[in-house]
């Protein structure tokens, strides 16, 4: 059965430090999603991506995140200048066009020190 | 705008038990609604989901929820409660299919499962 993959399962950066979260979706979806969770708290929307451009994106989603669909199977997160409230587990989720479920990855734990 | 609640962090039920794990949402449109567990260090998983017609869905590993719009609840369902269903369960509603809109979750509820 076809799945989201994330790389790599665990980040340990350096405050200050670029990271970038990988993603392989779903090979026919077209939608691409990345949330966050912190720990004990609830999984928060971060940035949807639809025909190579941002269609959504929320509050945290700030200057220091940027996404990008490198090729055709790629879809990764980049943050800029980490901080110590970036550590969290990121999700990358895909989604078929015309069906609402969205499938996600098992998560990237990133660890900001 | 979108939002979920999901009543009580955290549930124990003995194994056989019936699990009720309930969830409320508001939306200004009809929603699509969701259940995810999430085992620990693991992703999400889809367990069922609501879009249109049968208000009463049926998932995977024998759960179910029903959507009550009179209510604006999804609460979700086992009758017998197994050890392996312990894990974290996310109630998530969106506003459509066909579009990248964003799933909005709720806090989560725990579920523990006691010998």
């Known amino acids: 059965e076809p799945e989201v993959t994330q790389t790599p399962s665990h980040q340990v950066t350096q405050m200050g430090q670029e990271v970038i979260l990988r993603c392989v979706p779903i090979?026919?979806?077209?939608?691409f999603y990345w949330y966050r969770q912190i720990l004990g708290q609830k999984v928060e929307f971060l940035v949807s991506?639809?025909?190579?451009?941002?269609?959504?994106k929320s509050e945290i989603f700030d200057d220091q995140f940027s996404v990008e669909r490198p090729d055709g199977s790629n879809f990764t997160l980049k943050i800029r200048s980490t901080k110590l409230e970036d550590s969290a587990m990121y999700f990358c989720?895909?989604?078929?066009?015309?069906?609402?479920?969205?499938?996600f990855g098992p998560g990237t734990r990133l660890t900001v020190t | 705008a979108q939002s979920v609640t999901q009543l009580g962090s955290h549930v124990s039920v003995s194994e056989g038990a019936l699990v009720l794990l309930r969830c409320n949402y508001s939306?200004?449109?009809?929603?699509?609604l969701f259940w995810y567990v999430q085992y620990p260090n693991q992703g999400l998983q889809l367990l069922l989901k609501?879009?249109?017609?049968?208000?009463l869905v049926k998932g995977i590993n024998g759960f179910e929820a029903e959507f009550k719009k009179s209510e604006t609840s999804f609460h979700l369902t086992k009758p017998s409660a197994h050890m392996s269903d312990a894990a974290e369960y996310f109630c998530?509603?969106?506003?459509?299919?066909?579009?990248?809109?964003?799933?909005?979750f709720g806090s989560g509820t725990q579920l523990t499962v006691l010998p």
């Open positions: 989720a895909s989604q078929d066009r015309g069906y609402a479920e969205q499938y």
């Open positions: 090979s026919n979806h077209l939608y």
């Open positions: 991506f639809y025909n190579n451009e941002i269609s959504e």
């Open positions: 939306s200004s449109v009809p929603p699509y």
């Open positions: 609501y879009t249109t017609g049968a208000t």
């Open positions: 998530a509603v969106t506003l459509g299919s066909g579009s990248a809109r964003q799933l909005t």
